[in-house]
């Protein structure tokens, strides 16, 4: 960028005593200029005073409330007109900001660090992720490469327009991505290497199951939920209708789960037109 001063790089942080030095003081050698803040999140360790004599201006949460939660408030505190989101983990390379940034002066309103599949935490989260990039892609007739990476720059003004969006404890990335292509902002991908975590990750198969489950209907329901509803509703119909063959031929008769697999259907369709219109108004602002 032609002024470094006008980069705002906001990290939250969770018990990164241990690299988040590291991480504020190449991030200080890469952009010497750059406002680097980091919001610790109810860190139980020493990561805020770590941060500070690194040299990054930091704000505490009193307990932990969230990565969502973290990124708010950074980006709200944050005074550089883009803002530079990045893991406190280790993970990111502050070198790849350049590139971003770099992306972002072509004209587009977010560029995101796009990982390759070596990047992944484990096996199993390559797969969700590769999932909810195919899924995301068909809601918006964009491809998408990486959903949920948390490692991108974004106009700040554009970014404060969806904080309300923002959960507090689940993955923003995923909200804010569908929120930028819903909105009719230019989102593009660069790509980048990110580090492996330390230790071994693995698949919870409960509570990464059930966030596996949430992320899909959050994409559905941030950008069009017909495009998710009306195909299941038609499933339905199918199964209705498959069914009430068969026991037409075997048995001569319509049966009660017909009825319900038809009725079934009608409601799941009603409430994807129901959900589109409330999608709608989500996203109404005021010029």
Same mark, same amino acid.
């Given at each position: 960028?032609?002024?470094?001063?006008?980069?705002?790089?906001?990290?939250?942080?969770?018990?990164? !005593?241990?690299?988040?030095?590291?991480?504020?003081?190449?991030?200080?050698?890469?952009?010497?200029?750059?406002?680097?803040?980091?919001?610790?999140?109810?860190?139980?360790?020493?990561?805020?005073?770590?941060?500070?004599?690194?040299?990054?201006?930091?704000?505490?949460?009193?307990?932990?409330?969230?990565?969502?939660?973290? /990124?708010?408030?950074?980006?709200?505190? !944050?005074?550089?007109?883009? /803002?530079?989101?990045?893991?406190?983990?280790?993970?990111?390379?502050?070198?790849?900001?350049?590139?971003?940034?770099?992306?972002?002066?072509?004209?587009?309103?977010?560029?995101?660090?796009?990982?390759?599949?070596?990047?992944?935490?484990?096996?199993?989260?390559? /797969?969700?992720?590769?999932?909810?990039?195919?899924?995301?892609?068909?809601?918006?007739?964009?491809?998408?490469?990486?959903?949920?990476?948390?490692?991108?720059?974004?106009?700040?003004?554009?970014?404060?327009?969806?904080?309300?969006?923002?959960?507090?404890?689940?993955?923003?990335?995923?909200?804010?991505?569908?929120?930028?292509?819903?909105?009719?902002?230019?989102?593009?991908?660069?790509?980048?290497?990110?580090?492996?975590?330390?230790?071994?990750?693995?698949?919870?198969?409960?509570?990464?199951?059930?966030?596996?489950?949430?992320?899909?209907?959050?994409?559905?329901?941030?950008?069009?939920?017909?495009?998710?509803? !009306?195909?299941?509703?038609?499933?339905?119909?199918?199964?209705? !209708?498959?069914?009430?063959?068969?026991?037409?031929?075997?048995?001569?008769?319509?049966?009660?789960?017909?009825?319900?697999?038809?009725?079934?259907?009608?409601?799941?369709?009603?409430?994807?037109?129901?959900?589109?219109? /409330?999608?709608?108004?989500?996203?109404?602002?005021?010029?």
């Amino acid at each position: 960028m032609s002024a470094e001063g006008s980069v705002s790089v906001v990290i939250p942080a969770r018990n990164e !005593a241990g690299v988040i030095a590291g991480v504020v003081q190449r991030l200080r050698y890469t952009l010497p200029e750059v406002e680097i803040l980091v919001v610790d999140d109810g860190s139980t360790d020493e990561t805020a005073m770590v941060a500070r004599d690194a040299g990054a201006t930091v704000f505490s949460h009193r307990h932990g409330m969230g990565n969502g939660a973290a /990124i708010k408030a950074g980006a709200r505190k !944050a005074q550089g007109e883009i /803002i530079v989101f990045m893991d406190g983990d280790g993970q990111h390379d502050p070198a790849d900001i350049p590139r971003l940034l770099a992306r972002l002066e072509e004209g587009h309103d977010m560029v995101v660090g796009a990982r390759d599949g070596a990047s992944q935490a484990s096996v199993g989260r390559g /797969i969700a992720n590769r999932f909810y990039n195919r899924l995301a892609s068909y809601m918006t007739n964009q491809r998408i490469q990486d959903l949920t990476s948390g490692f991108r720059a974004v106009r700040a003004d554009k970014f404060r327009e969806f904080l309300y969006l923002l959960p507090n404890g689940f993955s923003y990335p995923t909200t804010i991505t569908m929120a930028f292509f819903r909105a009719g902002y230019s989102v593009a991908y660069e790509p980048i290497q990110a580090a492996k975590r330390i230790g071994k990750s693995h698949l919870r198969i409960v509570k990464d199951g059930v966030r596996f489950l949430l992320i899909i209907f959050k994409i559905g329901t941030l950008y069009s939920p017909l495009k998710l509803f !009306a195909p299941l509703a038609f499933l339905f119909f199918l199964l209705g !209708a498959g069914w009430y063959g068969f026991t037409l031929m075997s048995e001569g008769r319509f049966t009660n789960m017909s009825a319900l697999m038809f009725t079934t259907s009608i409601i799941v369709f009603m409430m994807g037109l129901v959900s589109e219109q /409330i999608t709608a108004l989500l996203y109404k602002r005021d010029d």
